[in-house]
């Protein structure tokens, strides 16, 4: 009733809403046009495993490269992708070029790398999935178990019969599945339990500041202490301190990565940032004692 005493609110409410209904239109058929045209790029950021003292894998990122507005960040499409349907074929498209990439780094001597590629939960319940992995795996010569799958918690994804057949046949052909930015999202609890997951990210909000942050150290303790009662590898994401790998790292988290490390880059980058910052490098022995 509030909303209807004032005509002119009315008015500009439905306004806004057709302005952005109309800007939603805009951006699906300039995505649509994007992916016709080839415009999207990989970003890779290297993920580093401090015990084995180097790199071990990278997360594919897509960019969207426009021709007036630059690089444009995937927080900018991504939602409009899901919803118009076109993470389909973006999402096809991210899983080739990250496999073919791969191909080309284990073809050019690169240390043995695994590939992690994020997943919408529409892609997820695409009934395709398996296939399309497994055809870009063939294609480029990469094996299955240098691939894993990134997810993020969604209401969709929970006690979907079908989610668990996905899981099994892409565990048991070696893919890995992780899930994204662990204590964030809804159902957890329910979700670890039911799925074989074999990776667990912990969000960058829980990581930003760790060692100066009470709150921020129950949560990535009980996060990691999880992640181990679970049989899982425990990876912190979004790593910008030096101070915070090494309070992770003496609560037993295994992985990292964030700005700390590196960025994500483009292909052609991506060799030059998979040396350790200047602090981790002094003798392996060390590191392994005290990673800092
Ligand atoms: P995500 O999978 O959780 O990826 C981590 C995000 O954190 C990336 O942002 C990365 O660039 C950023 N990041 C990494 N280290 C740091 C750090 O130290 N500090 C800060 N401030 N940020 C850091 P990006 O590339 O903008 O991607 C955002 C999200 O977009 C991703 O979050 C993922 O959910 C989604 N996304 C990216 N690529 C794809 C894709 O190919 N398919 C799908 N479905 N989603 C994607
Ligand atoms: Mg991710
Ligand atoms: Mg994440
Ligand atoms: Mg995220």
Excluded at 29 to 42: G, I, K
Excluded at 141 to 164: F, N, Y
Excluded at 223 to 246: D, P
Aim: negative net charge; hydrophobic residues 45%; charged residues 20%.
């Amino acid at each position: 009733a509030a909303s209807l005493a004032n005509p002119a609110q009315v008015m500009l409410h439905s306004v806004n809403a057709r302005r952005q209904a109309i800007e939603q239109m805009q951006l699906e058929q300039d995505l649509r046009q994007a992916l016709a045209r080839s415009e999207f790029v990989l970003h890779y950021q290297p993920v580093f495993d401090l015990q084995a003292g180097r790199a071990i894998g990278a997360e594919a990122l897509v960019r969207w490269q426009h021709p007036e507005r630059g690089l444009v960040p995937p927080g900018a499409f991504i939602d409009t992708a899901e919803s118009s349907g076109l993470i389909g074929p973006l999402g096809l498209w991210v899983i080739r070029e990250a496999c073919r990439q791969l191909g080309e780094w284990n073809r050019a001597g690169l240390p043995h790398m695994r590939m992690a590629i994020n997943v919408s939960a529409r892609q997820f319940l695409d009934p395709q999935l398996g296939q399309h992995l497994r055809e870009a795996i063939a294609a480029a010569g990469i094996s299955p178990d240098q691939l894993e799958i990134e997810l993020t918690e969604t209401v969709a994804m929970v006690d979907h019969a079908h989610t668990h057949r996905v899981f099994s046949a892409l565990r048991s052909d070696g893919v890995g599945i992780a899930i994204d930015d662990f204590g964030t999202g809804y159902a957890s609890m329910s979700y670890l339990r039911k799925l074989p997951f074999d990776k667990l990210k912990i969000d960058r909000e829980f990581v930003t500041d760790v060692h100066r942050s009470r709150e921020g150290q129950a949560i990535c303790g009980a996060l990691i202490e999880l992640g181990k009662g679970l049989g899982l590898r425990v990876l912190a994401e979004g790593v910008e301190q030096k101070e915070e790998v090494r309070y992770l790292a003496q609560q037993g988290c295994d992985l990292f990565q964030g700005y700390y490390f590196a960025r994500p880059v483009a292909a052609a980058q991506f060799e030059h940032s998979l040396m350790l910052p200047p602090a981790l490098l002094h003798g392996a022995e060390a590191r392994l004692m005290d990673p800092l």
